[in-house]
């Protein structure tokens, strides 16, 4: 370390030859050993990546707990594996365990990586004697998050499975898909057609095609799902039939 005293010239040379056969990585020397010495930002660094991995994960886990949640009282749109034979107090209902376990070994990832912030503002000068608990957490830490992510993989994720007819009642009954309609009526107009369609308690296809100035088979298009999830061309001809139908131009009249 440092300048190297009571160390042979080739020392450092054939240790790092050495570590980097035994361990596959190729390694190499500072152009700077004191910067090394006095400052564990390599250490802090590592640490935090694992740290932001935790928190990916852990918000993965809570994203699918969500989404699973019900099946009466939730959302319900996936289906998580079972793992266990259910709750030890609810027959019938299905844990999230796993995804509860990941978020638990997140936890103590974070926890570590606290201690390894705060064991590298402790160094004082080229002395670091907290690097021993800096080691230990990054060991602790590597070797949790790369088991959980194992488990996570192979007992929850690989056997997620999609309920489409949940999803397609939710989606449909939310007015939130409404918002497709923005290019073709415009906004004022959709609005209002919302909190028609609310106040009557009915769906907006059922509102819009009362009103009659879309087609049914305009309307299933307009609110295709598929064209919904990503970005797309408004049909030009489609929105200037509907801005010239009389009923849409009389709809417009009444709600100015």
């Known amino acids: 370390m440092g300048t190297g005293i ?18 596959g990585f190729k390694f190499s020397a500072p152009k700077d050993n004191f910067e090394l010495m006095h400052s564990m930002n390599a250490f802090v660094d590592y640490s935090n990546a694992l740290r932001c991995l935790a928190i990916s994960l852990h918000k993965t886990c809570n994203d ?25 107090i609810m027959p019938g209902k299905v844990n999230p365990s796993i995804s509860e376990a990941v978020k638990m070994s997140c936890f103590y990832v974070e926890g570590l990586d606290a201690a390894v912030a705060g064991a590298a503002k402790e160094g004082h000068l080229e002395i670091n004697v907290y690097t021993p608990v800096i080691l230990f957490s990054l060991e602790q830490a590597t070797g949790i998050l790369s088991s959980s992510l194992k488990m996570f993989s192979s007992k929850c994720i690989s056997g997620i499975k999609a309920d489409k007819k949940r999803c397609s009642e ?18 004022a107009a959709v609005a209002e057609l919302i909190k028609e369609a609310l106040h009557r308690k009915i769906s907006i296809e059922q509102l819009i095609l009362e ?16 064209a919904m999830a990503k970005p797309c061309r408004s049909d030009l001809k489609l929105k200037k039939k509907i801005s010239r ?5 009389a709809f417009l009249k009444s709600i100015r």
Not at 6 to 23: D, F, G, M
Not at 211 to 226: N, T
Request: charged share 20%.
């Open 245 to 249: 139908d009389k009923k849409f131009i």
């Open 170 to 187: 939710l989606l449909f009954s939310s007015y939130s898909y409404a918002t497709a309609l923005n290019p073709y009526l415009g906004y």
């Open 64 to 88: 699918l707990m969500f989404l699973s949640s019900g099946p009466k009282a939730g959302i319900a749109e996936i289906i998580l594996p079972e793992v266990e034979p259910g709750s030890s």
């Open 211 to 226: 009103k009659g100035f879309i087609s049914k088979a305009d309307l299933a298009r307009m609110l295709s799902v598929s």
């Open 6 to 23: 009571t160390t042979h010239p080739n020392y450092r040379k054939a240790v790092i030859a050495a570590l980097s056969k035994e361990s």
